[in-house]
């Protein structure tokens, strides 16, 4: 990818890279919930 003003990253480049790191972060957030939860869940379950 080629930058239009030559230094620095444009604010469309900066805007999609912030996208990405939350919906990674939102994406490891709700597996390790999910996980919790069903582990709890069988841990109720099996006791």
């Avoid at 957030?29 to 939860?37: K, M, V």
Wanted: proline share 0%; charged share 15%; hydrophobic share 55%.
């Amino acid at each position: 990818m080629t930058n239009h003003s030559g230094r620095g990253l444009s604010k469309f480049e900066i805007a999609a890279l912030i996208a990405f790191i939350l919906t990674i972060m939102a994406f490891i957030w709700s597996f390790l919930t999910l996980r919790n939860d069903v582990l709890r869940r069988l841990y109720e379950l099996y006791l």
